[in-house]
């Protein structure tokens, strides 16, 4: 039987004194008669007797002390200037960034250089919740087919030596706002697979020649040798403009093409489109040209340079399958310029070059930059489209 409300009005008290009085075995055997008694369930019966007893520590809630509260300001702020990384990210990022930060703001304590370098990136994500919630990040489908030369760019069935820097994946995105009708700006978004460095570039109308020139000049700024090049089947880049210009060299370069509507194929160039034109301009339209080659300056001077050099991106490591479930490991979080500066990846020259201009960059700089650039051409916006629900995973 069930004890009645009354019955534990006047009962429960005296055997909670009874019960908190007791060792061990005491509770155990007390525990043992109000169940055999009343039909209660074990763990019913420790809430009823245990609800008198105070808590061990007197703390309302179990586990250690919080203790990186004193570093909260300094990782926001890297974290606010970082593009809003995920932990695993901003983990890799923070070592990049604090020997700059000191020039910029607050010296740090002793004690605080000890928990920025003992903070995990599961702990990262939990101290900076309460920012997220607070700084939320600020699509159409615009690619149209290019039959003409289907047959004469294979569709990319192998696989590259993803080993070595040099092999890129090219996407465009509209900068149309909620409709593709009229003129306007395309961003290109060029992404070495082995290394992740990209490039971008903004062109009018995504025309043949105003694509083949923005190509020509991500090929002078990239710091390798162009060995491959994969698209979509969109016209901007399946035309004999292009095709010509990798082709008729002494070296020609490899030119491949995605399936038709399989996205994965251009998966690396496909998640830098979000961190790229989208992070940075959002889903607005820009229908004015005047706004072409301010936009490559900023992605030239400012923007790639704070992405290549110190945003740290992931990378899939290993995949396998378990049963009827993929399991996938990425790699420790690093940035393009880690990726290259790796030994045998690029030669001694091109090395020394990039590290003196790491040596020369400062992301605080890069980010005021930006952000100075960016304002004047986010006037521009005609039209503001809200971000989808849900938004982009930052990898």
């Known amino acids: 039987m069930n004890m009645s409300q009354a019955i534990k009005t ?5 055997l909670r004194a009874r019960y908190e009085r007791r060792g061990r075995e005491g509770k155990t055997r007390r525990l043992d008669e109000l169940c055999e008694d009343y039909g209660y369930e074990r763990k019913y019966a420790i809430k009823l007797l245990g609800d008198a007893l105070p808590a061990p520590s ?25 593009e809003q990384p995920c932990g695993k ?52 489908c615009a690619t149209k087919p290019g039959s003409l030369l289907k047959t004469e760019i294979p569709l990319r069935t192998g696989t590259w030596d993803v080993t070595r820097p040099g092999y ?7 900068h149309c706002g909620s409709s593709l009708a009229g003129d306007f700006i395309w961003s290109l978004t060029y992404t070495d697979i082995a290394s992740q460095w990209t490039e971008g570039r903004a062109v009018w109308n995504k025309g043949a020649a105003g694509v083949l020139a923005a190509t020509r000049t991500v090929e002078t700024a990239l710091p390798f040798v ?25 070296r020609p370069v490899a030119f491949t093409r ?30 004015t040209a005047a706004w072409v080659e301010p936009l490559n300056a900023l992605y030239q001077a400012a923007w790639g340079p ?29 940035t393009a310029y880690q990726r290259l500066m790796s030994v045998g990846v690029l030669g001694r020259r091109a090395r020394r070059e990039l590290r003196e201009r790491y040596e020369s960059l400062d992301p605080f700089v890069l980010k005021r930059e930006v952000e100075r650039r960016l304002k004047p051409i986010l006037t521009g916006v005609t039209e503001v489209v809200p971000r989808p629900a849900g938004g982009y995973a930052s990898r």
């Open 10 to 14: 006047d009962l429960l008290p005296k």
């Open 58 to 82: 007197g703390r309302k809630h179990p586990g250690p002390e919080p203790r990186y509260g004193l570093i909260e300001p300094v990782v926001r702020t890297i974290w606010l200037a970082a």
């Open 89 to 140: 990210r901003l983990a890799s990022a923070l070592p990049l960034w604090l020997r700059h930060y000191e020039r910029h703001h607050d010296k740090f304590t002793a004690r605080q250089r000890e928990l920025l370098r003992a903070i995990s990136a599961a702990t990262l994500d939990r101290l900076l919740a309460p920012a997220r919630a607070e700084h939320p990040l600020r699509g159409r």
């Open 168 to 174: 890129l994946e090219a996407d465009s995105v509209a």
């Open 226 to 250: 162009l060995l491959g090049f994969d698209c979509d089947n969109g016209s901007e880049f399946l035309n004999h403009h292009l095709l010509g210009y990798l082709h008729e060299r002494k």
């Open 258 to 287: 995605s399936r038709p509507y399989h996205k994965d194929d251009n998966a690396h160039v496909e998640q830098k489109n979000w961190m790229w034109p989208r992070q940075l301009l959002g889903y607005g339209r820009l229908e």
């Open 306 to 334: 704070l992405m290549n050099f110190f945003l740290p991106g992931l990378k899939l490591e290993r995949k396998w399958r378990e049963r009827s479930a993929w399991k996938k490991r990425d790699e420790p979080a690093r």
